[in-house]
């Protein structure tokens, strides 16, 4: 079992007003834009598609396996709990938790193991329009190709999606044209590293593996997904342009070589994250056998 680490209250003090001064920092363009009523087509997905409220990702956690001294006022929020010893630590998981954070280390762990694809090209997003465009999901934005155009570019390449929640957005006319049907079940085969919603997913799970994980970890995960959802919209077959996202024009040999070039930078920017994830769940699942 891995060492306990110990924080004085000047330490985890000015670790948790760092904390929730960046979170605000990173929420606040969004704030901004949803009281003046305008769309995101990045933020509007980390904050819906990832439904996780200011308040969570604000809230401060040291992980798994830190003790806190003088710390007694963290104990109004349930997550934490005050030893024989008096020192606060993050309440040990339950069964049901522990599940899902044996499964959350073990799918990180399973897309850590594998070299990254780099020939998709962003195509799930293609592949949401095709022969359906006015059923598209973001109908308030102009198709940059219109909608044969947009089929055309699908029927001339190959869609190799491995993420399930891309895959399962598909119109029911490009679902038989991709390579493969990934599934929830086979999420722990599929997933790889070269994928830009694998990337973004870094969020997901740190969020949902909270308190047991420390706080800066998903604002790390949430700046970078940031970044992804927006190469991902670049790429799209959508016109963001009124909104500064400068298309990736991957129907052409220079638009393809640009957008593997940002996959391979994004997956690289994701390595030190998912494997400080790792860490952290091992230490979360090392307290829940104790």
Not at 115 to 126: I, Q, T
Request: with cysteine.
């Amino acid at each position: 079992m891995g060492s306990e680490e110990m924080r004085a209250a000047t330490q985890w003090q000015a670790e948790k007003a760092t904390h929730e001064k960046r979170a605000d920092a990173l929420v606040d363009a969004r704030r901004q834009r949803a009281a003046r009523g305008e769309r995101d087509p990045v933020e509007d997905f980390l904050y819906t598609y990832y439904p996780f409220r200011y308040s969570a990702l604000r809230r401060w956690t040291p992980g798994a396996r830190v003790a806190l001294s003088e710390a007694d006022a963290l104990l109004t929020d349930a997550r934490f709990c005050r030893g024989a010893d008096g020192l606060v630590r993050v309440v040990e998981p339950t069964e049901a938790d522990r599940r899902r954070l044996k499964f959350t280390h073990d799918l990180c762990v399973a897309v850590a193991s594998r070299p990254a694809f780099l020939g998709c090209f962003g195509l799930h997003e293609w592949a949401m329009v095709y022969q359906d465009a006015e059923q598209r999901r973001h109908a308030q934005w102009p198709l940059r190709l219109g909608a044969e155009g947009t089929d055309a570019v699908v029927r001339s390449m190959s869609i190799r999606c491995t993420h399930y929640d891309a895959f399962r957005f598909f119109t029911p006319a490009a679902r038989p044209l991709n390579r493969q049907t990934p599934d929830l079940a086979g999420r722990l085969q599929n997933e790889q590293p070269g994928c830009i919603h694998v990337t973004m997913d870094l969020y997901k799970w740190t969020m949902k593996s909270m308190p047991w994980v420390p706080s800066d970890l998903a604002a790390d995960a949430l700046a970078l997904a940031h970044e992804a959802r927006s190469v991902d919209m670049r790429a799209s077959p959508y016109d963001f342009s009124a909104v500064g996202l400068v298309p990736i024009c991957i129907e052409t040999a220079e638009g393809k070589s640009q957008y593997e070039t940002e996959q391979r930078r994004l997956a690289k920017c994701a390595e030190p994250i998912r494997a400080r994830l790792i860490m952290a769940l091992q230490r979360a699942l090392e307290i829940s056998n104790s």
